[in-house]
Structure formats: structure tokens, C-alpha cells
T-cell receptor, first 113, second 113 residues
């Protein structure tokens, strides 16, 4: 059974720091991995989707890497800003015939001005 | 604009009442999902549907019901049998071909009064 873990659960950093958020999964046979952002009381916004054949994806100051063999993905945030403060979640779809998404519990990020 | 619309944003339910949460998507996605989010527990799957007129129970389906009469709509009913319905409910959709990316609505916060 696929399990997804995110470490750390919470992170507080001063503005301008480069950050690494971690996501681990137990079953390496994944189709893709998706990173989301969630602001308080809001839905999930998709940040990056990495297909199983890819090693990394970039969008602006965000870079996500994927290492299937070790069951890990990292989300790198460059030059963090107070507006980056949110909860970041990673998710993988199950590899059975139906696409269900298994989520980590998230990393709550606070960037201090 | 393409996306997923959930309504209402806030919903209050009296003990013993059934309430229905709306989810509409115009992304032409085949698959739709309902998740429940509680503090500290992450997202848990309630029901999902891969095609019209078909849906499957997720991990916590007891006390909930759904229908999928149209491709773009996937309403969730929280019945009186759900003992602890106060939570944040998120609807999502994805295409079902080739490693889909999931998209989420803005959520409905349900409170029992």
C-alpha cells in the first residue's frame, strides 16, 4: 500500500532563503508525482507535475526533482518570499486501474519578512 | 476559464439533516473525486468516479453518497449517518489517460450547528 510522507511538518525561515521540502513514497512504481500549494481555507493549487520518466520540473522559482528508485521527491524554492507562506503537499496516483491520489500530510511553510 | 467550481463556500448543517455539496467542472475530465480534509490528518478520499454513471467508494465513504449523472457534475451528499461531518471538503478532477494531473476546487467548509 502506497504511503506518502512529508518532512518537515512545519518550517519557518527568513525571507530570501533557499528552501528544500521533502516528499517520500513507499512504492516506487508511480506514474507521476504532483506538488500542490494550499493557502489557509482554500483549495489546492497545482504547482508542478513530474512524470515518472522525468527527473525534474521547473516553474519560476520552483524546482521539483524526482528519484523513483529512492522513493523521494524534493521541492526547491529559491529566494523565498512572504507570499510563499502556505502548506505544500505532494501526491502520487495509485498504480491500479483507477487514478486515486495519495497525499502526504504537508509541510506548513512560513516565510518571515 | 476552465476549472472546478464548488459551492457553497460555507455550509451549516443541523443535526440529523442531509446536505448536498456541489462540484462542477468544465475541463472535460472523465474522473472526479471528493476528499475530506481535517486538521493534522491530510486528505482522505470519500468517493471517486471514473466515468458517468459509475462511482466507487474511497477510504471513508460511510455516511456519504454521490451521483454522477453528467460528466461535468459530481455532487456529494453528507447524510445524517455521518457522525462527524464538520470538515473541509475538496472536489477534484483529472483526465483518465496517460498520467493525469489533478485539479482542485476551492473547497466547501461544512459545520454542524
Amino acid at each position: 500500500k502506497q504511503e506518502v510522507t512529508q518532512i518537515p511538518a512545519a518550517l519557518s525561515v527568513p525571507e530570501g532563503e533557499n528552501l528544500v521540502l521533502n516528499c517520500s513514497f513507499t512504492d516506487s512504481a508511480i506514474y507521476n508525482l504532483q506538488w500542490f500549494r494550499q493557502d489557509p481555507g482554500k483549495g489546492l493549487t497545482s504547482l508542478l507535475l513530474i512524470q515518472s520518466s522525468q527527473r525534474e520540473q521547473t516553474s519560476g522559482r520552483l524546482n521539483a526533482s524526482l528519484d523513483k528508485s529512492s522513493g523521494r521527491s524534493t521541492l526547491y524554492i529559491a529566494a523565498s518570499q512572504p507570499g510563499d507562506s502556505a502548506t505544500y503537499l505532494c501526491a502520487v496516483p495509485t498504480t491500479s486501474g483507477t487514478y486515486k491520489y495519495i497525499f502526504g500530510t504537508g509541510t506548513r511553510l512560513k516565510v518571515l519578512a | 476559464d476552465g476549472g472546478i467550481t464548488q459551492s457553497p463556500k460555507y455550509l451549516f448543517r443541523k443535526e440529523g439533516q442531509n446536505v448536498t455539496l456541489s462540484c462542477e467542472q468544465n475541463l472535460n475530465h472523465d474522473a472526479m473525486y471528493w476528499y475530506r480534509q481535517d486538521p493534522g490528518q491530510g486528505l482522505r478520499l470519500i468517493y471517486y468516479s471514473q466515468i458517468v454513471n459509475d462511482f466507487q467508494k474511497g477510504d471513508i465513504a460511510e455516511g456519504y453518497s454521490v451521483s454522477r449523472e453528467k460528466k461535468e457534475s459530481f455532487p456529494l451528499t453528507v447524510t445524517s449517518a455521518q457522525k462527524n461531518p464538520t470538515a473541509f471538503y475538496l472536489c477534484a478532477s483529472s483526465s483518465s489517460v496517460g498520467g493525469p494531473e489533478a485539479f482542485f476546487g476551492q473547497g466547501t467548509r461544512l459545520t454542524v450547528v
